[in-house]
């Protein structure tokens, strides 16, 4: 996973207007067991600006997605990865590829 994309998880989960309040950091806590966070830097950034995307944030995560080496993208948002070196899936196109 990208570093930033914990930032994306903790803005999006925190606004959630839930009737409990939510844990949002233990939330992360708990997926940091099962994650590993791709360590990235400048060079990684500057194939993030190389690369035919649109969207800036999607292109950092394909480069972060290359640096480790990973075989899929998972995301809902499909369109964005039309372009990218590395193939995106749905969460449901990866758990069913999962439990086959």
């Known amino acids: 996973m990208a570093w930033h994309s914990l930032s994306n998880i903790y803005y999006l989960l925190n606004r959630q207007k839930t009737p409990a309040p939510f844990d ?5 806590r708990s997926l940091l ?3 590993a966070i791709v360590p990235t830097g400048t060079a990684q950034a500057q194939v993030a600006l190389g690369l035919p995307m649109q969207d800036f944030e999607d292109a950092l995560q394909v480069s972060a997605a ?3 080496g990973v075989d899929y993208i ?3 948002n499909l369109i964005h990865y039309r372009f990218s070196p590395v193939r995106a899936l749905s969460p449901s196109e990866f758990l069913s590829m ?3």
Do not use: Q
């Open 98 to 100: 999962r439990s086959t």
């Open 24 to 28: 949002v950091k233990g939330y992360i």
């Open 33 to 35: 067991k099962f994650v």
């Open 66 to 68: 290359l640096h480790a």
């Open 74 to 76: 998972v995301t809902r």
